[in-house]
């Protein structure tokens, strides 16, 4: 791979893992009202948890792919390499905890996580 290569997936990257950052923000935000007033707090823990372990594993991950040009390139300032990891790894792994835990929610509730309830 030549280093131009390197260099656009490097940018490609890090324009993903700036994607990333806004799932992560959006998805924090909604466990957030979950775990502060929501009818579950055990949704909120649960996404949260989930994203952590996502943001520590990917980070890890991106530590071991150092052997390769692109890895190198990417952990060459490492406090913004593993930002990139662990944004990425939070945001995704979140957004996913969350749809499992609806889809669950509903499977067993038969309504959606902040559905108005009729009294």
Do not use: E, Q
Not at 9 to 24: E, H, P, Q, T, W
Not at 59 to 70: D, I, T
């Amino acid at each position: 791979m030549g280093p131009l290569f390197v260099a656009i997936l490097a940018v490609c990257f890090f324009a993903f893992a700036l994607l990333s950052a806004g799932v992560a923000l959006f998805f924090s935000i909604l466990a957030g009202i979950h775990l502060l007033n929501g009818p579950s707090r055990v949704l909120g823990v649960y996404v949260l948890g989930s994203g952590l372990a996502g943001g520590t594993a990917l980070v890890l991950f991106g530590l071991a792919m150092r052997w390769n040009v692109l890895g190198d390139a990417i952990m060459k300032v490492p406090f913004v390499g593993c930002a990139a990891w662990g944004v990425i790894g939070f945001g995704w792994s979140a957004a996913a905890a969350f749809g499992v835990a609806s889809l669950i929610r509903w499977v067993f509730c038969r309504k959606w996580p902040g559905a108005i309830r009729k009294s």
